[in-house]
């Protein structure tokens, strides 16, 4: 799918989901992706007659990090949009990695637009990115619901993510910005090969692996809708009464259904409690489906969430 503004403006579109006059965030790292999202964004909110703000964060990995930031406040500049530069806080750089700097950008990105009463943060994530996310999670052994990756709507921290890109090919972005003069940044982590999705980026330069995980991956986006609804419908069979403080299951029907929906149905009962960031570990939702299977259990805590076992029901609470 090529890149142009009537596409965009098509994408956001049919996204749907902004108040009037809107205040929103992109986050710009200065590559090709988030130059292109931020110069496109920029001609989009004029339009609605809105504000943006964008977000450059210093994950401070690298040496000349804190320089990059200031040479993409200067592309952005020249194109005239406003920008804030953040840092990564000292305590948050334990491991110094790709994935902890990832976690760093997107909580520093999000509590920045809670601050400043930003509903919308735009990403500039594209369809490439989100074969590698894909290609990542099966060899990580994601659960069925995970390998679909990226989605161009979601939420994190009380904020709505917007990945506008997703569809769209890395090749087209780079005509774009070709074609509109557009100066970005090279990241030099991108060729090296200590990082697990530089190695998967290279595996899928072939034409034939390439075309066999897109394949793979675009038929299991093609049936998430209904795996979805699948769980939703075994989820309210089990669910016996719900309120603002508490969800009670019915054990018995929980126990006759195959693991994959038990732990996904486990995860629905743990996220009515929490922020539409909780995360929890699968290996700790397993032993506690050990447990529940066995006839002396009696409580379980999950994060903050108290599960105990009632009759024949298991209720869930915040503690």
């Not at 750089?93 to 943060?121: D, E, P, V, Y």
């Not at 309210?236 to 603002?244: E, F, N, Q, R």
């Not at 259904?257 to 149905?265: F, G, H, K, P, Q």
Request: hydrophobic letters at 40%.
């Amino acid at each position: 799918m090529s890149l142009n503004e009537e596409k965009f403006f098509s994408i956001l579109k049919k996204i749907n989901c902004f108040e009037r006059n809107p205040h929103v965030a992109v986050g710009v790292s200065g590559g090709p992706d988030s130059i292109a999202l931020v110069f496109l964004v920029n001609k989009w909110i004029k339009l609605r007659n809105g504000k943006l703000t964008a977000i450059i964060f210093d994950h401070r990995i690298r040496d000349n990090s804190k320089n990059e930031s200031f040479e993409v406040r200067t592309i952005l500049k020249n194109l005239n949009i406003n920008s804030v530069i953040l840092r990564a806080q000292r305590n948050n750089l334990t491991k110094k990695n790709m994935s902890q700097a990832r976690n760093n950008r997107l909580n520093g990105l999000t509590n920045f637009c809670k601050r400043k009463k930003i509903l919308h943060l735009f990403l500039g994530h594209h369809y490439d990115d989100n074969i590698e996310t894909y290609l990542i999670r099966k060899i990580n052994g994601s659960n069925f619901e995970g390998l679909g990756s990226m989605e161009e709507l979601s939420y994190f921290n009380q904020i709505q993510l917007l990945r506008p890109l997703l569809k769209i090919q890395k090749k087209s972005i780079l005509t774009f910005n070709k074609k509109n003069n557009l100066v970005y940044l090279n990241d030099p982590s991108n060729k090296d090969l200590n990082y697990t999705r530089v190695k998967v980026r290279n595996f899928l330069e072939s034409e034939n692996y390439q075309n066999l995980i897109r394949y793979d991956f675009l038929a299991i986006k093609k049936e998430m809708p209904f795996f979805r609804d699948m769980i939703w419908s075994y989820f309210l069979d089990t669910l016996s009464y719900a309120t603002s403080n508490k969800l009670k299951i019915n054990i018995h029907k929980l126990l006759k259904l195959d693991n994959l929906i038990v732990e996904r149905i486990i995860l629905i009962g743990l996220k009515y409690f929490s922020l539409q960031n909780f995360r929890v570990r699968s290996a700790k939702i397993a032993i506690f489906m050990d447990e529940i299977k066995k006839s002396s259990f009696k409580n379980f805590n999950l994060k903050s969430i108290s599960i105990v076992k009632k009759d024949n029901f298991l209720v869930f609470s915040k503690k």
